[in-house]
C-alpha cells in the first residue's frame, strides 16, 4: 500500500529546482483560507518572475515594492521591513544577487498566511487616505463592516468591496493600483469565502 504522507518524487524533484514556486499539499485546498493563500501566491510569483524575466531597474523593483506593499502587510510585516530595506539598498548588490534576495524574502513573506487581524490593520491602513474625503457617517459604516469582517460576521469580500469602491469614488491612485485589492482574478470568487 503506497504511504500518502510526506511529498511525492515528483514534487520534492520540482521543488529542488524551482524552491520558489507555490506549493500545497492538495488536501489542505479545501480550507478556503489556504487555498486563497495559495492563489494569492500563484499570481505573486508570476508577477515577480515577470518583473525579473528581463532586465529591470530600479524604478520597476521600486513600482513592484509599492503596488504590493499592503499584501505584503497582510502576510508579514516584517518581511515587508525587510524588503524595503534591500529596495532602498539595491545599489548595493549586483543585479542576480538582488533578484534572488528580493524573490526569496517575497515568496516567504507570502507564505504567512493571512489572518483577520492583518486585514483588518491593512484595511483601517487603506481608509486612511480616505480621511479627508470620507464623509463621517460613511467611515463610521466602513469601520462597522471592517469591525464585522474582524469577528468573523461577513467575508473579507465585503469590507473590500466597500473600500474598492470609495477608492474608485474619490480617485485615490496610489491605493487603487495595490494589489491587496485585487490580487487574483474576480472571476474566481475566492473571497467570498475568505
Known amino acids: 500500500m503506497a504511504d500518502r504522507t510526506g511529498r511525492g518524487l515528483f514534487a520534492g524533484h520540482l521543488l529542488e529546482q524551482f524552491p520558489l514556486v507555490p506549493f500545497e499539499e492538495e488536501g489542505r485546498l479545501n480550507d478556503a483560507r489556504i487555498r486563497d493563500n495559495f492563489i494569492v501566491r500563484v499570481f505573486a510569483y508570476h508577477n515577480l518572475q515577470s518583473l525579473f524575466r528581463d532586465r529591470f531597474d530600479r524604478g520597476e523593483v521600486v513600482r513592484f515594492h509599492t503596488v504590493n506593499k499592503y499584501l505584503l502587510l497582510a502576510h508579514s510585516p516584517k518581511h515587508y521591513t525587510l524588503l524595503g ?11 542576480a544577487e538582488f533578484k534572488e534576495k528580493y524573490s526569496a524574502l517575497f515568496m516567504e513573506a507570502l507564505a504567512n498566511k493571512t489572518t483577520p487581524r492583518k486585514n483588518v490593520n491593512v484595511l ?37 468591496t466597500l473600500v474598492r469602491n470609495y477608492i474608485r469614488k474619490y480617485n485615490v ?20 469565502h475568505v
Open 85 to 95: 530595506a534591500l529596495v532602498a539598498a539595491i545599489k548595493k548588490h549586483s543585479p
Open 124 to 160: 483601517h491602513h487603506i481608509l486612511g487616505f480616505l480621511k479627508n474625503d470620507l464623509p463621517a457617517d460613511d467611515k463610521k459604516y466602513v469601520l462597522d463592516v471592517i469591525d464585522d469582517y474582524g469577528d468573523g460576521l461577513v467575508p473579507l469580500i465585503v469590507p473590500l
Open 173 to 192: 491612485e496610489y491605493i487603487a493600483d495595490q494589489t491587496y485589492l485585487n490580487p487574483h482574478p474576480k472571476e474566481l470568487m475566492l473571497r467570498n
